[in-house]
Every structure is written in structure tokens, then in C-alpha cells.
T-cell receptor, first 115, second 114 residues
Framework: GENVEQHPSTLSVQEGDSAVIKCTYSDSASNYFPWYKQELGKRPQLIID?????GEKKDQRIAVTLNKTAKHFSLHITETQPEDSAVYFCAASKGTGGGADGLTFGKGTHLIIQP | DTGVSQDPRHKITKRGQNVTFRCDPISEHNRLYWYRQTLGQGPEFLTY????????KSRLLSDRFSAERPKGSFSTLEIQRTEQGDSAMYLC????????????FGPGTRLTVL
């Protein structure tokens, strides 16, 4: 089955700086890659996603890049703010429905924004 | 809070007891997923329904676990003969019938097995 590795496990950056979180996946059939943000005691919230037919996607201060050949994808957060502090999870799935639709998650990155 | 709802939000039980959780997705979202999340880990996929059909089950879903979605609307997840290792947050997610692959999570049910 699919295996998703996520690095780093903890990332501390100064407010206003950029943060980058990286993930690799093992199943070349995976074609959907979402990122979730989870604050303490709350549900995971989808913040951005990318499909395998796209190399990059941007939404305001966050962007995701995908390298299908290398089977890795990354989350980029620019101009970090205190409210960006949370645990971020990457995930992968085949996303085709009719089975094989469950998400496989990485272990998470605890992002700490230092004031 | 709109979106997926789960009940109860917290459950404390003694080892060996049975527990049942409920998930109510957004009505027009026909796909429903169950995940389990332990402290410091990402969610782990358990099972998935499209309407009332259970289409995929993880190896994590032992024979003590059973999930149903009898009318294609709400779903229940039952754990029989609970063990301390079952202590976790049980998350439900749904997905629109058409369009994108996004899964939206409910608030979860936190299970503590004593």
C-alpha cells in the first residue's frame, strides 16, 4: 500500500519568514495530494490540494508543488503569521472513487511561528 | 458549526465494553470515510462508503470493528470488546458526490478505554 513520509517533524521559523514542509509518497498510482492544518484539539482542515496533472498550485500565502517523477510534494507558506502555528499533514490517495479512495497521511509537522 | 457532525464528542468506557459512534455528513455528500488518529500521529484510514455500499476497508479494521451506513445518510462505527489500544480520536469525513476529491472532517469522537 501507499506510504507517505513527511519532514521535518518540527519546524520553527520567525514571523514573516517562509516555511517549507516536504513529503514523499511510494505509490506511483496516487494522483491526489491534499494538505491539512490541525490546531490543538480541533479537526483537520483542508488548506490546499493538488492533482497529479498539475505541477504547482497557489492560494494567497500558501502554495504546493508536485514532482511526479521524484514522487514528492511540498507545502510552502510565505510571510508566516502567528496564526499559522499548527500541525500540518500531507496526504495522498488514488482519488478515483470506487475503492482505493482513502487518504494515507504523513506523520505531521509541528510548525511554530516565533514572534 | 456547519458541516460533518459526530456524536458523542467524548466517550469513556471500560475495557471489554462495546461502543458505537455516529457520523452525520452533509446531506448531498454521498461519500463517507472513517479514520482513527492517535496522539502525535496523522489520521489512519479505516473504511469508506459510497452511499450505503462499504467499498474499502483497511487492515486496521479488525473483526471487532464494524461500520454501517444503512440508508446512505448517517453512519455508525461500532467497536466490540474494547481494548486500551483502541483509545484514539475517531474522525469521520465526507466528500461531495461530484467534482473534486476533497474530504472534509468532522470534529471527531475521542474514545478513552480504561
Amino acid at each position: 500500500g501507499e506510504n507517505v513520509e513527511q519532514h521535518p517533524s518540527t519546524l520553527s521559523v520567525q514571523e514573516g519568514d517562509s516555511a517549507v514542509i516536504k513529503c514523499t509518497y511510494s505509490d506511483s498510482a496516487s494522483n491526489y495530494f491534499p494538505w491539512y492544518k490541525q490546531e490543538l484539539g480541533k479537526r483537520p482542515q483542508l488548506i490546499i490540494d493538488i492533482r497529479s496533472n498539475v505541477g504547482e498550485k497557489k492560494d494567497q500565502r500558501i502554495a504546493v508543488t508536485l514532482n511526479k517523477t521524484a514522487k514528492h510534494f511540498s507545502l510552502h507558506i510565505t510571510e508566516t503569521q502567528p496564526e499559522d502555528s499548527a500541525v500540518y499533514f500531507c496526504a495522498a490517495s488514488k482519488g478515483t472513487g470506487g475503492g482505493a479512495d482513502g487518504l494515507t497521511f504523513g506523520k505531521g509537522t509541528h510548525l511554530i511561528i516565533q514572534p | 458549526d456547519t458541516g460533518v457532525s459526530q456524536d458523542p464528542r467524548h466517550k469513556i468506557t471500560k475495557r471489554g465494553q462495546n461502543v458505537t459512534f455516529r457520523c452525520d455528513p452533509i446531506s448531498e455528500h454521498n461519500r463517507l470515510y472513517w479514520y482513527r488518529q492517535t496522539l502525535g500521529q496523522g489520521p489512519e484510514f479505516l473504511t469508506y462508503f459510497q452511499n450505503e455500499a462499504q467499498l474499502e476497508k483497511s487492515r486496521l479494521l479488525s473483526d471487532r470493528f464494524s461500520a454501517e451506513r444503512p440508508k446512505g445518510s448517517f453512519s455508525t462505527l461500532e467497536i466490540q470488546r474494547t481494548e486500551q489500544g483502541d483509545s484514539a480520536m475517531y474522525l469521520c469525513a465526507d466528500r461531495p458526490a461530484s467534482g473534486n476529491n476533497e474530504q472534509f472532517f468532522g470534529p471527531g469522537t475521542r474514545l478513552t478505554v480504561l
